[in-house]
């Protein structure tokens, strides 16, 4: 078996401008200064309160769950005017249709929602491709492997059969914790250099060379 688990924003999907979008409404609800777009940024991957930890380290978890819903109401809000944009990074479905057409089995392991994941998967007419999708909505936050497992679990497939696919340490690592292969991608929020320093055997450009390093 081969089993390809993606991670979503940053490497199927470029959603960065509608996230730092909200989690600054998110911030400006509690009268509090937005952190810089690249530190928001950052912390894409992680779970919402697990983020917000990170992008306000004195706050309560009191004060990271009600930031977290402050920020998917914007989310939602946005949704709802027609302001989210999730485009796929260019060659992404080309590389997952081939992937998909050699016999490989995906699945995604993400930070976000099961409704967003299902939203965006459904927008790009890709959601078909899937046998598993994991969220933070019933997993700990990455670099928890939970995950991972239960995409494990769910797709029928050992660890020496997979290979996490993200653009972030936190994915790297998760693989790592759950005993599989990572490779990162480039055109994500983390520098190659720390996914490699987090356990990548790979670091690829673009999706064309993702495709031909897992089919070689």
Same mark, same amino acid.
């Given at each position: 078996?081969?089993?390809?688990?993606?991670?979503?924003?940053?490497?199927?999907?470029?959603?960065?401008?509608? /996230?730092?979008?909200?989690?600054?409404?998110? &911030?400006?609800? &509690?009268?509090?200064?937005?952190?810089? !777009?690249?530190?928001?940024?950052?912390?894409?991957?992680?779970? %919402?309160?697990?983020?917000? !930890?990170?992008?306000?380290?004195?706050?309560?978890?009191?004060?990271?769950?009600?930031?977290?819903?402050?920020?998917?109401?914007? &989310?939602?809000? @946005?949704?709802?005017?027609?302001?989210?944009?999730? *485009?796929? &990074?260019?060659?992404?479905? =080309?590389?997952?249709?081939?992937?998909?057409?050699?016999? +490989?089995?995906?699945?995604?392991?993400?930070?976000?929602? =099961?409704?967003?994941?299902?939203?965006?998967?459904?927008?790009?007419?890709?959601?078909?491709?899937? $046998?598993?999708?994991?969220?933070?909505? !019933?997993? *700990?936050?990455?670099?928890?492997?939970?995950?991972?497992?239960?995409?494990?679990?769910?797709?029928?497939?050992?660890?020496?059969?997979? $290979?996490? /696919?993200?653009?972030?340490?936190?994915?790297?690592?998760?693989?790592?914790?759950?005993?599989? !292969?990572?490779?990162?991608? =480039? +055109?994500?929020?983390?520098?190659?250099?720390?996914?490699?320093?987090?356990? @990548?055997?790979?670091?690829?450009?673009? *999706?064309?060379? #993702? %495709?031909?390093? #897992?089919?070689?």
């Amino acid at each position: 078996m081969k089993f390809a688990v993606f991670d979503c924003d940053g490497t199927l999907i470029d959603g960065q401008a509608s /996230i730092c979008e909200a989690m600054e409404i998110a &911030f400006g609800a &509690f009268d509090l200064p937005a952190p810089p !777009r690249g530190q928001i940024r950052r912390a894409v991957g992680l779970s %919402l309160p697990r983020a917000i !930890r990170e992008l306000l380290p004195d706050s309560t978890e009191e004060q990271q769950h009600a930031m977290a819903d402050a920020y998917k109401e914007a &989310f939602r809000t @946005a949704r709802t005017q027609g302001r989210v944009s999730q *485009p796929l &990074f260019a060659g992404i479905e =080309d590389t997952l249709r081939a992937l998909h057409g050699a016999g +490989w089995t995906l699945g995604v392991a993400t930070g976000m929602s =099961d409704r967003g994941l299902a939203h965006c998967l459904a927008n790009n007419g890709i959601a078909d491709l899937f $046998v598993t999708l994991q969220t933070a909505d !019933r997993h *700990p936050s990455k670099p928890h492997p939970a995950m991972l497992e239960e995409a494990l679990f769910e797709a029928g497939a050992l660890p020496e059969e997979t $290979v996490m /696919i993200g653009d972030t340490a936190y994915d790297m690592q998760m693989a790592q914790n759950a005993g599989t !292969r990572a490779v990162g991608v =480039d +055109w994500g929020y983390h520098h190659p250099q720390e996914l490699t320093a987090a356990g @990548a055997e790979k670091v690829v450009e673009t *999706p064309a060379e #993702l %495709l031909e390093y #897992l089919q070689a």
